[in-house]
């Protein structure tokens, strides 16, 4: 069993930044962050390849956000810049079931609680 734990989550100001941590209990060779936002389908937010360190973003943050990792430490990170309404969610790191980054959740097999995210005008 794969423990995720998610950190980071606050309130900010549009315009703002932040960054979130996601510490895996062992090393996951994929790892990914999607958001859930009140009364929308969780969505992909991006993912990396342990290994070879690529990342992948969906095109809403493409450009704002960048994920990170730090093999040492099992950990995922997600930065977050130029914040916008729109980003106010819940966000969640998930372990793929696979070696490569998908945007599907039904990818992913073990999922962390996840964090608040919340942007205000």
């Known amino acids: 069993q794969v423990q995720l734990v998610e950190s980071g989550g606050g309130l900010v100001q549009a315009g703002d930044s932040l960054k979130l941590s996601c510490v895996a209990s062992?090393?996951?060779?994929?790892m990914g962050w999607f958001r859930q936002a009140p009364g929308k389908e969780r969505e992909f937010v991006g993912g990396i390849n342990w290994s070879g360190g690529d990342a992948t973003y969906a095109d809403s943050v493409k450009g704002r956000f960048t994920i990170s990792r730090d093999n040492a430490k099992t950990t995922v990170f997600l930065q977050m810049n130029s914040l916008s309404l729109e980003d106010t969610a819940v966000y969640y790191c998930a372990a793929s079931r696979y070696a490569r980054v998908s945007a599907y959740s039904t990818d992913y097999r073990y999922w962390g609680q996840g964090t608040q995210v919340t942007v205000s005008s």
């Open positions: 062992q090393l996951i060779s994929v």
